[in-house]
């Protein structure tokens, strides 16, 4: 068994409110544009690294679980939108992933080739080959993702790059095996590899350069969110090795950074990266209602940055509580959920999972 890192632990905490917090900004995204984009800059390659790292004892039985989370939350949320006035009908898509949903499909499929390799029990130099195919198919890609969906949609008329998430798990599947074939002394030599102090300030010159950089460079906002074609990120005058390579880099810089900054002590962080699986889930229920009410667009735009981080702060800390995660175990782990049926002992395994879980 492997000693929690609590640092992995605090960073998916951290991660997770930006999840949450990038989600309330985008209702009114033009007033925080560059703040926006940034998160999105490093905040989903660094979720996914952490899900690679995690993976390496990866069984079948998580893999059915997302898969079950996937059907559970994709039916909710079609019911959720339409009686919030979203959808003007009731209907039930599993081909593309609701809003944030994409995630739970695209790891599915990272969760399927990590328990294939691990079972071919590669060598070093095995896996340095196979990361770079990765590598090497995940930055190409975008190239033909236009001319893919051109040919499937003759063939499959609904088809797109959101069809099972498969543009963005591709682009993003490098930061996953980065992280799967990671050994937890090179995680920890890069953990040391700059003192605290001297990446604190690196992050705080990136961050300046960053903001910088998505002034002057158009469409990243459509390059880091990683489903779209070089049609909507690339302008006349940029090349596409060199816009792509600027988005590799920089997430990894940022994430290098990021996870020498942030400390390995218990904290705050520490419960909600422990319980980010449901915050993820859940938040958006709280986006979309706050949309329908939102009073604040006569308000300063300061103002509702500052009321939009608040309420993300509070999302997250319910969504993290023990009185949430307790009582809605059910849905976040519904293999565990259907076990007691399979035995036959269902009465029981329900009221245990709501009355006398201890874990927080």
């Known amino acids: 068994m492997f000693d929690k890192d609590l640092k ?3 960073t998916k905490g951290i991660l997770i409110f930006l999840v949450v917090f990038g989600h309330f900004l985008e209702l009114n995204k033009e007033h925080y544009l560059q703040t926006f984009i940034f998160i999105y800059a490093f905040h989903m390659p660094l979720f996914v690294f952490i899900s690679g790292f995690l993976a390496k004892r990866i069984q079948m039985k998580k893999v059915v679980n997302l898969f079950m989370l996937y059907i559970i939350f994709q039916t909710l949320y079609s019911l959720f939108f339409y009686f919030v006035g979203e959808y003007e009908t009731m209907k039930f898509n599993y081909e593309k992933p609701i809003f944030h949903l994409w995630y739970i499909v695209s790891i599915s499929f990272w969760y399927v080739l990590a328990v294939i390799i691990a079972k071919l029990n590669p060598n070093n130099i095995g896996k340095l080959i196979l990361f770079t195919l990765i590598l090497l198919i995940s930055f190409f890609s975008r190239l033909y993702t236009d001319p893919l969906v051109n040919f499937t949609i003759e063939l499959y008329p609904n088809f797109s790059s959101y069809t099972l998430s498969y543009q963005r798990t591709i682009t993003f599947a490098p930061f996953f095996f980065a992280g799967f074939f990671m050994s937890n002394n090179a995680l920890k030599k890069l953990y040391i590899s700059l003192s605290p102090n001297i990446a604190k300030g690196l992050l705080l010159l990136s961050a300046m350069g960053v903001f910088l950089f998505i002034e002057f ?7 880091y969110k990683g489903s ?10 940029e090349t596409y090795v060199t816009k792509i390579l600027s988005h590799f880099l920089l997430s990894t810089w940022l994430s290098i950074l990021i ?22 889930l859940f938040h958006p229920v709280f986006v979309f209602m706050w949309e329908k009410i939102n009073f604040m667009n006569d308000w300063n735009v300061d103002t509702q940055f500052i009321v939009n981080l608040m309420i993300a702060l509070i999302v997250t800390t319910f969504l993290s509580s023990n009185f949430f995660t307790s009582n809605f175990r059910f849905l976040t782990s519904p293999v565990e959920t259907i076990k007691p049926l399979l035995k036959g002992r269902y009465a ?6 709501f009355f006398n879980n201890k874990e927080g």
């Open 8 to 10: 992995l632990t605090n």
């Open 217 to 223: 460079t158009p469409n990243l906002e459509w390059l």
């Open 259 to 280: 996870l020498i900054v942030i400390n390995g002590k218990k904290s705050f962080l520490t419960k909600w990266g422990d319980h980010s699986i449901g915050i993820y």
């Open 348 to 353: 029981k395994g329900w009221t245990s999972l």
């Open 228 to 237: 779209y074609s070089t049609s909507s990120f690339l302008s006349d005058n």
